[in-house]
């Protein structure tokens, strides 16, 4: 975009243009020169830089050169018309005549010299009537674009002396931009604009231009360092990112390449680790303390500036990434509740049972109490999961890409495989309940919601169907729940038998069977879950938003893993006093809860359901 002085210098040079062409017109206006060389002369002096002299010159050449043809048009007619002399014409008609036919306006025969010299006068003021008014319009049509050019000029001057923020000096440009107007208008314009803003200038509303100036440069600065954030994204991720408009930002292919980028210092490894156990405001770094309970939406800051914090975000953002992959997230889908514990004491739900079927009350007679529900608690409490992982000097002094990079990879991938085995494994264990009246296993046949001899097949969905649907409340064993199946939980083995029952509209594929399949009424949402090694096993979830199945607790509500970096650089004891190490450690604080044990059923192609 071209500056203010740009735009002025541009104006300017508009404005002498149109002066020269005025004065050009004036020039060839006050000369002798028939209009078309006037308009000549003019077509010939509009691409070339104006000069008076050489003006002068072209109109000298061209009057000279009028004259010479004049002449030679008399020098003509005396060889012409002597040679009718003495044949009974008229000599002088037909010298009139031949005057009139070299105008080319008259061509027909007079009567008389005075038709024809009639002729020539009337011609001969038509056209200069007709010259006279294309000049005055050609006159008030500069006049017009010189005033334009001043009042463009006088807008862009006043505006930027005027000092009102820059939205406000855009809408009076729109306003005034391409019209005429005076200079009393537009400074009353200026002051209208002054009082209406004034009483807004301080309270953060208004921007002034030295304030906005500020905040573009900002802008500009804290794009340039989101898009060093990404590209050290890029280098954990090991692919190119993607800027916020779409457009590809080339990854950081070392890390020593990332040091100098950031900080613009040269590579120095025991620099680096030492900078890297540097305090992160007033502490260790800390992903929980600087981003609070959602540690996952890290957020790149202008201020962050300290090698130590862009690291442990970048590392932290990476750890999360690999930790949301949606494979190890598949048991959110049958939790019931995700809730934030505060403690790590014993978290209690209580449930409540049903009234029943209610008495008829007779004529005349008194109601009687209810019995009174039967109530339930059902306990789990958090535990803390977590390690540690480190950098050598060696590495970092080899900037061991494959070395470095796995880090947050194992991380994030250890927090997540290690929250999935915890849920599956609940069900893989036949883990007990916690529950104050009962702490059996979780399947039981007293539960109603174990199946043995029950492949994955047409009948043995039918048959966990049925024993899903017949579950009673709890405390009302007359009330029936009604669950039907949302999902179909089975290890790999059972990929196929699974995929079949669920997700085919008809039969077997590739075989004769080709009876509709009833089963897709249900929706029904196969989960299969890689880890598990025995193939006789399958469960059948009702939908947990129908009744409560699992709970999920988090301290503090932080589902995210935790990141800390040892900063006891010269501490005896210390990794990297000791072993020249940086330590990163991971933690992760949750708990399961089994809430109720109606709403699963499982299933074993075996006799027993065996662990």
Not at 189 to 211: E, F, Y
Not at 566 to 572: I, L, M, T
Request: negative net charge; contains cysteine.
């Amino acid at each position: 975009m071209p500056t203010i002085e740009e735009m002025l210098a541009a104006m300017q040079a508009e404005q002498t243009a149109l002066r020269n062409q005025m004065l050009m017109s004036e020039r060839l206006r006050e000369s002798s020169l028939p209009l078309d060389t006037q308009r000549a002369l003019k077509k010939s002096f509009k691409d070339v830089a104006f000069d008076l002299d050489k003006l002068e010159d072209a109109i000298a050449e061209a009057e000279k050169s009028l004259k010479e043809s004049a002449k030679a048009q008399t020098s003509e007619e005396e060889t012409t018309l002597p040679a009718v002399r003495g044949t009974g014409y008229d000599y002088q008609k037909i010298k009139d005549r031949w005057n009139v036919f070299r105008e080319g306006q008259l061509l027909g025969n007079f009567g008389t010299k005075a038709e024809a010299d009639g002729a020539v006068a009337r011609d001969q003021r038509t056209r200069e009537a007709s010259s006279q008014e294309a000049q005055r319009s050609a006159d008030e049509k500069y006049a017009v674009q010189l005033k334009l050019v001043e009042c463009k000029l006088l807008l862009k001057e006043r505006l930027q002396g005027s000092g009102l923020p820059l939205g406000a000096q855009d809408n009076l440009e729109k306003r005034f931009f391409g019209r005429v107007f005076d200079e009393a208008e537009l400074q009353e314009a200026i002051n209208d604009t002054w009082d209406m803003l004034s009483p807004l200038i301080g309270t953060g509303n208004v921007v002034m231009p030295g304030q906005e100036r500020a905040i573009r440069q900002a802008r500009v600065t804290e794009d340039e360092f989101s898009k060093k954030c990404a590209a050290l994204d890029g280098f954990w991720a090991g692919e190119n990112q993607k800027g916020a408009d779409g457009s590809p930002i080339p990854r950081f292919r070392s890390l020593q390449d990332a040091y100098e980028q950031f900080t613009g210092r040269r590579w120095d490894p025991l620099l680096v680790m030492r900078e890297m156990q540097m305090p992160v405001e007033g502490s260790r770094y800390d992903s929980h303390m600087r981003y609070g309970e959602q540690a996952g939406r890290l957020t790149e800051a202008i201020a962050t500036t300290t090698w130590a914090q862009i690291m442990g975000d970048s590392v932290t953002r990476r750890v999360l990434a690999e930790y949301r992959i949606p494979e190890l997230q598949l048991w959110r889908q049958l939790a019931s509740e995700i809730s934030t514990i505060n403690d790590f004491r014993l978290q209690r739900r209580l449930r409540f049972g049903g009234y029943g079927v209610l008495p008829v009350v007779p004529e005349g007679i008194s109601y009687t109490p209810l019995p009174t529900p039967d109530d339930e608690e059902a306990a789990y409490r958090l535990s803390k999961r977590g390690g540690l992982e480190t950098i050598t000097m060696e590495a970092m002094a080899n900037d061991d890409m494959q070395v470095i990079r796995r880090i947050p990879q194992r991380l994030g991938r250890a927090a997540a495989q290690t929250l999935f085995r915890g849920f599956f494994d609940v069900l893989d264990t036949n883990a007990a309940l916690a529950f104050d009246t009962d702490t059996t296993a979780l399947f039981t046949t007293g539960h109603a919601n174990l199946l043995v001899n029950n492949p994955l097949n047409a009948d043995g969905l039918d048959a966990a169907i049925q024993a899903l649907g017949g579950q009673a409340a709890f405390g009302n064993s007359v009330e029936l729940l009604g669950l039907t199946p949302r999902f179909l939980v089975h290890p790999r083995q059972l990929w196929r038998a699974a995929g079949k029952l669920t997700e085919t509209t008809r039969g077997e594929p590739f075989t004769t069977d080709n009876d509709a399949n009833l089963f897709q009424r249900f929706g029904m949402v196969p989960i299969q879950v890689p880890y598990w090694t025995n193939g006789n096993r399958w469960y059948l979830f009702a939908d947990p938003r129908d009744i409560p199945l699992f709970e999920v607790g988090f301290f503090r509500g932080a589902e995210d893993p935790e990141i800390f970096v040892s900063d006891q650089e010269n501490v005896s004891g210390s990794a990297m006093m000791d072993a020249d190490k940086i330590t990163y450690k991971i933690r992760h604080i949750w708990g399961i809860g089994v809430l109720d044990y109606r709403g699963i059923v499982a299933s074993t192609s075996a006799a027993a359901l065996t662990i």
